[in-house]
């Protein structure tokens, strides 16, 4: 059993969005920060030849640089994600988004309903408190071959085989993206790594994080999101 009481129920979540991405700087995809652009900088350092290469570097970058830690403020601005050396997997997702609008590379979100349950493995002993659904801001990236979500950062989803696939239990999404697939819309037909029967609804594409969750707002309500956050930001996955 989930908790219906701990999101924002009076919200209508249904699909709406539709985007073209972009580089600019959004409020939470700050990458103009100098923290930010000397981790671009490693980036760059290491050459990557292609677009795709340059996001393959950063993701590797983000891993080593930001520990994972559980987080439910999706508007925290990625230069603070990095100053504080750890984040949630969204917000190391956006953090990887940022890198890649500092490297010409467009990106944009898509919304994604997540059925509670499938964070059952991450808190066998809190399931009452788990959220009913959950709302996934998972980017999208236009490279020369055309929009790519970051499940398919390290190759297309088939690539990975269908044996394997994200149970949830200790692996974040954002570590996992680099050897498992994650596949949101059943293109593993049913195997191990298809996710698609978590999915309640695709709310669609958007411009950025802020515009996805100004129209849907955050997991939490928002005093929730204020008191839980804290507590949170200190529980690293195990």
């Given at each position: 059993?989930?908790?219906?009481?701990?999101?924002?129920?009076?919200?209508?979540?249904?699909?709406?969005?539709?985007?073209?991405?972009?580089?600019?700087?959004?409020?939470?995809?700050?990458?103009?920060?100098?923290?930010?652009?000397?981790?671009?900088?490693?980036?760059?350092?290491?050459?990557?030849?292609?677009?795709?290469?340059?996001?393959?570097?950063?993701?590797?970058?983000?891993?080593?640089?930001?520990?994972?830690?559980?987080?439910?403020?999706?508007?925290?601005?990625?230069?603070?994600?990095?100053?504080?050396?750890?984040?949630?997997?969204?917000?190391?997702?956006?953090?990887?988004?940022?890198?890649?609008?500092?490297?010409?590379?467009?990106?944009?979100?898509?919304?994604?309903?997540?059925?509670?349950?499938?964070?059952?493995p991450r808190f066998p002993r809190l399931r009452l408190l788990v959220p009913d659904h959950v709302i996934l801001a998972w980017p999208e990236f236009h490279l020369p071959s055309g929009w790519v979500s970051a499940s398919e950062v390290y190759g297309p989803l088939g690539g990975f085989g269908t044996s394997s696939g994200f149970t949830n239990e200790g692996e974040t999404l954002f570590d996992a993206i680099a050897t498992t697939a994650v596949d949101w819309d059943g293109v593993c037909q049913g195997g191990a790594?298809?996710?698609?029967?978590?999915?309640?609804?695709?709310?669609?594409?958007?411009?950025?994080?802020?515009?996805?969750?100004h129209a849907h707002g955050q997991t939490l309500c928002w005093p929730l999101t204020t008191l839980a956050d804290p507590v949170l930001s200190r529980w690293a996955p195990s």
């Open positions: 059993m989930t908790c219906s009481l701990v999101t924002p129920w009076w919200r209508r979540r249904r699909g709406a969005g539709s985007a073209t991405g972009g580089v600019a700087v959004t409020r939470v995809l700050d990458w103009d920060h100098p923290a930010v652009r000397s981790l671009v900088a490693r980036v760059d350092e290491a050459c990557p030849a292609d677009p795709a290469a340059l996001l393959r570097v950063a993701h590797r970058l983000i891993v080593e640089s930001v520990r994972p830690v559980y987080s439910v403020n999706e508007l925290r601005p990625i230069s603070r994600t990095l100053g504080r050396g750890r984040g949630s997997c969204s917000q190391r997702l956006a953090l990887l988004e940022g890198v890649a609008r500092a490297g010409g590379i467009a990106t944009r979100v898509r919304g994604l309903l997540v059925d509670g349950r499938f964070w059952y790594c298809d996710l698609s029967a978590t999915v309640l609804a695709d709310l669609g594409r958007y411009d950025s994080r802020e515009a996805l969750f």
